[in-house]
């Protein structure tokens, strides 16, 4: 208990408002890259025009994990800053890793396990650059790339020379309560050769894209996302040949609530419906397999300033029905959804640090030291070492 104590005492001293991170998001019940209705800087990552509502910032992402798909559990070091220039806002970002990217090439690694042929690794070392004005309608770029290169000595089937590479950009605008915007991933591709095998995933155009429209405390909003890869082998000094492709599309219609009810104070919710599906086919082109998913999920959420310097936040979200479906045959429910999720700010001048204090995921080792476990799964409030994690600092200028 003494250590969080001084946790908290060590933050309102080196720190201090601003709506900003990924920890403020999910304490919110959002994605950590973007909302479709919350204002958040980290909207960016979906519609770049929002960079106009967030000159004049520098944010710290803070975490240690090197391996995977990011989560609550395992956070990933990241951060920017963005100014301005004249009318207009620029921005540099270092370290915002794709989550579908990394998902995508987790199903060409898969098949790549099974055959017992070398595993490929995301694109890593991600660098984003924004650009964005105001001539009327706000307006948005972004070009982003990512690449990696692990090369082996002597490289074998189990221990290969890797290499992943992804470019790509995001465009967005906003008029009065109007907002598009999408992101193009227009190549990505990621090999592994080892002493006997060669593998190769080479992904397809993706896209993901949205609208937005605002009526009063509501905003409703359309996704349309889409993506797929192709999965080559072969052996050392020989062609690769195609054995599989898969593709992933996404669609979303939904609304979201905002609305302040106290001086300080704002309720949030969002719900909608949600459908996804996955096919596969051989090399040949024939289906193999298809699955499909669909879901009507529900957020709701607050978030106040309970002092001048402290903000408190929290959700609970649920799908309310939802079925995941695979074949003709195949009809799985969901079931226990339901996440409860509570962040808080501390603020000191231009200083904003915002941390999760219960999440969907207990912090591990390299993203908050200590096993005194979860909120969201022992019942506690975590005091211990694991009272505060995906912590984040944001600085106005």
Same mark, same amino acid.
């Given at each position: ?17 601003? *709506? ?15 909302? *479709? ?6 909207? #960016? ?28 559990? =395992? ?30 090439? =987790? ?84 090999? =592994? ?11 397809? #155009?993706? #896209? ?125 429910? *969901? ?61 106005? *200028?």
């Amino acid at each position: 208990m003494m250590k969080s104590i001084a946790l908290v005492v060590g933050l309102m001293i080196v720190s201090s408002p601003a *709506f900003a991170t990924r920890a403020r998001l999910e304490a919110l019940g959002e994605d950590k890259n973007g909302s *479709f209705y919350v204002k958040d800087n980290r909207n #960016i990552f979906l519609n770049p025009a929002q960079i106009n509502y967030f000159k004049k910032q520098i944010t710290l992402e803070f975490g240690g994990d090197t391996s995977g798909t990011e989560s609550a559990a =395992a956070s990933k070091g990241q951060g920017g800053f963005s100014n301005t220039a004249g009318d207009f806002t620029y921005g540099l970002y270092l370290g915002n890793e794709s989550d579908k990217t990394a998902s995508t090439l =987790a199903i060409a690694n898969a098949t790549f396990g099974a055959l017992g042929t070398p595993v490929v690794v995301a694109p890593d070392k991600t660098v984003d650059f924004f650009f964005g004005g105001d001539a009327g309608v706000k307006w948005g770029a972004n070009v982003f790339y990512a690449g990696s290169e692990n090369q082996v000595a002597a490289a074998t089937d189990a221990a290969p020379t890797q290499t992943s590479s992804q470019f790509g950009a995001r465009l967005g605008a906003e008029l009065d309560n109007l907002a598009a915007f999408a992101t193009v991933a227009i190549s990505t591709k990621a090999k =592994a050769t080892g002493d006997v095998d060669q593998s190769e995933a080479k992904g397809k #155009i993706g #896209i993901n894209s949205g609208i937005t429209y605002g009526l009063g405390d509501f905003t409703v909003f359309g996704k349309f996302n889409t993506r797929g890869i192709d999965v080559s082998t072969g052996t050392i000094g020989g062609s690769l040949t195609k054995i599989a492709e898969v593709s992933v599309q996404e669609y979303g219609l939904g609304f979201g609530y905002q609305k302040e009810v106290a001086k300080g104070v704002s309720m949030f919710a969002r719900s909608g419906v949600e459908l996804s599906t996955t096919t596969a086919k051989n090399g040949s082109g024939t289906e193999t397999s298809k699955t499909s998913q669909w879901n009507v999920p529900v957020v709701i959420g607050a978030e106040a300033e309970a002092l001048s310097w402290l903000m408190l936040r929290g959700s609970v979200s649920q799908s309310l029905i939802g079925q995941n479906m695979s074949g003709n045959s195949s009809r799985d429910n *969901f079931i226990n959804t339901r996440t409860v999720s509570a962040g808080t700010t501390f603020k000191f001048g231009p200083v904003n640090v915002d941390a999760v204090v219960a999440g969907a995921a207990a912090p591990t080792t390299n993203n908050n030291p200590g096993t005194a476990g979860s909120p969201s799964t022992d019942g506690t409030f975590g005091f211990g070492n694991s009272m505060l994690y995906r912590v984040a600092t944001t600085y106005n *200028f």
